[in-house]
């Protein structure tokens, strides 16, 4: 037997012994929020529908094993403003080593600054303090052999809010598959130790908050249209059309799935649009339903991406530039 395929053996064997546990997890636990903000404009506006689409930087949170699939060196930048008032932004640089795989560093945060410190006798405002939640990854990617790519991430948490802390770790494994050219599995075993422990101090308890383990299952299918036309020194398809399926089991403990759907449309490589939505067991009330929308530009060295993400609380917009070295 190949190394190779002794390789591909163990990793499924090892979902295969995940995967029951992971999707036997009842507890939902909204400890580290920023971690349920998803990362770059564009598979957002595709509903979070990523799993098994991911390709570029932002695989380090969707899905480590597709960092396998980058060619060089990405640094992608992203920022929100939610309701005129909580700001999010996610950084993150991601390399390819031509021979021992990929690799990624990112930073996500999501906060509320200037907050007003009163006195508790009177309205007198005494200073400013800020909230924050953050995470810092460090991801890797590889391919095992034409078919098959593995990935991991370990995930560095904290939390501060006035003078309280929270600190912990977690880590998240993913595979893809790639039977045929058109179409693409993905699988993600997110805090699949058995959960994330998140550790408060300086509070009246000091209480600890767990992740509790989840899984999520994608598929991707890409289709060319046209006839592939050069540009520069390569063929470059006229136009793909790429549709996406995700359901994860982040809400089982309420009997419901998130579902999450998107598709995306590339003009020459050029020009993207994008749509999809996110819903909670296939319910489609205003709380239960999130559409999301976007386009992108690929110009040479970058990429610019919008995504527009409606909620029952208001709309977002995200705006995240991806450079390519």
Sequence with gaps: MSSKRFNVLIVMGIFALLAPILVCAQDVNYAAEVLTKGAGARPLAMGGAFAAAANDATAAYWNPAGLALIDDTEITTMHATENDLQSYDFINLAFNTQSAGSY?????????????????????????????????????????????????????????????????????????????????????????????????????????????????????????????????????????LTLDFDADSLYLSEGLNNYHFGAEYWYRQFVAVRAGFITKGFQFDNDDFTPSAGVGIWAYLFEIDYAYVSQSIGGINYLSLITRL
């Design 104 to 240: 990624a560093l990112s930073y996500m945060r999501l906060g509320v600054d200037g907050i007003q410190i009163t006195n508790s006798s009177g309205p007198e405002v005494e200073g400013t303090t800020s909230y924050a939640d953050q995470a810092g990854f460090i991801s890797g990617g590889w391919k095992l052999g034409k078919q098959f790519a593995f990935g991991g991430t370990i995930k560095f948490l904290q939390t501060s809010a006035y003078t309280a802390s929270a600190f912990g770790i977690g880590s998240d494994l993913g595979l893809l598959f790639k039977p045929i050219k058109e179409v693409t599995f993905g699988l993600v075993a997110r805090d699949f130790t058995g959960g994330s422990y998140i550790q408060w101090q300086n509070t009246p308890t000091n209480p600890t908050q767990v992740l509790q383990p989840s899984v999520t299952l994608g598929i991707s299918y890409t289709q060319e249209l046209g006839k592939r036309q050069n540009q520069g020194t390569a063929p470059v398809p006229g136009s793909t």
